[in-house]
């Protein structure tokens, strides 16, 4: 590949919240993105959740973690070709694909981080040269190894007002803050989104998520219990830094009924973003939401009045709100092999901009 170039890369994401596949066409040069194609979410069985569910913190035989990640990569290629096959794109059309794999354990402060996908299988599978193990090579230079999807937001916002705000909502929330000028670039998970809201629900009813918002906006927050969760030493940490999905205690919830957990789950998720702002060198003066989080009209009812300036979902500004990550995985494959970096010291904390990831040739 050369800098001059531009060609179409898919991109896999398979988040913390475990709910499936989502899988992204973009046309880009690695710099600019040039065109977007078709994307689709292709959800995970109850079984086949529970099964990656059972090897979160690198928990499993390793016979047992060998089958499900070959089973993962199995799922991954026929995401491709069933994305190729509907949209009527011939495979010779695709140059790349990036994929993210399934995160299992992801410890920065050990230089620990773990994301099952077999790369050189899914490169055999599908004939395309696949970038996977995006993370390693920044957490082993001391970085946090992730929010990585900055630079992609970067890349959209080239036209937008500044200072900016990109806050993703999937299992663990993530902010990008774009400043005025080409390089101000800072990141970091700010604490859970979905992932405890989901597990709450989901252990409590046979629903999988709060739809609509309708159980955390049907609940009062217990005051107390929110403090406690926001008393989390990590949040008085300055970025770049990182957590995983299972970062916080919530047995404090316990006594709580269905609604008002939900409620309080809700607002610890509005709050821990609330408490990035003291660490930006400006606060934003618009925020754009993606992931499953912004169709929960409780939450982003306490961003507004949390933040005071305008939230709205990315859709807003034309990008696609449910392929975000997965678009940012195919312009971060495409950069990878150019050699561009994918972090940067206000992203993941890396001593230098970093590029990393793994390629493997069918």
């Known amino acids: 590949m050369t800098h001059d170039s531009a060609l179409w890369a ?90 993210h794999g399934q995160t299992i354990l992801h410890a920065p402060a050990e230089h620990r981080t773990w994301q099952i996908g077999d790369g050189a299988l899914l490169a055999q599978r599908l004939g395309l040269p696949v970038v996977n193990d995006f993370r390693s090579a920044d957490v082993a230079a001391g970085g946090q190894g992730a929010p990585f999807v900055p630079v992609y937001h970067r890349a959209l916002a080239h036209d937008l007002g500044r200072p900016l705000g990109v806050l993703n909502l999937g299992g663990v929330a993530n902010v990008t803050w774009i400043g005025r000028g080409a390089a101000d670039l800072i990141a970091c998970d700010t ?13 409590r009813t046979n629903l999988s998520h709060d739809e609509d918002g309708s159980l955390s906006a049907a609940g009062h927050v217990d005051r107390a219990v929110l403090e406690g969760l926001l008393s989390h030493p990590y949040f008085a940490l300055p970025p770049p830094k990182s957590l995983d999905r299972d970062a916080f205690d919530v047995s404090s919830l316990a006594g709580l009924g269905l609604e008002d957990g939900a409620a309080t789950l809700a607002a610890f998720t509005v709050g821990a973003v609330a408490r990035v702002l003291p660490h930006l060198p400006e606060a934003p003066r618009r925020w754009l939401v993606g992931g499953g989080g912004r169709h929960n009209p409780t939450i982003m009812r306490g961003l507004e009045e949390a933040l005071r300036v305008p939230v709205e979902g990315v859709d807003a500004v034309g990008w696609n709100g449910d392929a975000l990550e997965a678009q940012a995985f195919a312009f971060l494959a495409v950069r990878s092999a150019l050699g561009l970096p994918l972090s940067f010291p206000g992203t993941t904390g890396v001593p230098r901009p970093l590029t990393g990831g793994r390629l493997n040739l069918p």
Request: aromatic share 4%; charged share 25%; no cysteine.
């Open 10 to 99: 898919v991109g896999l994401m398979s988040g913390t919240s475990l709910d499936g596949i989502d899988i992204a066409l973009i046309r880009t040069d690695g710099e600019r993105v040039l065109e977007s194609g078709p994307s689709e979410t292709y959800p995970y069985d109850e079984a086949f959740r529970q099964r990656l569910r059972r090897h979160l913190g690198g928990k499993g035989s390793a016979a047992s973690i060998a089958a499900t990640e070959a089973e993962l990569t199995e799922r991954h290629a026929r995401a491709v070709d069933r994305l190729l096959h509907d949209a009527r794109i011939p495979r010779s059309h695709v140059g790349i694909v990036g994929f």
């Open 191 to 203: 604490g859970p989104a979905n992932a405890l809201l989901d597990d709450w629900v989901a252990a």
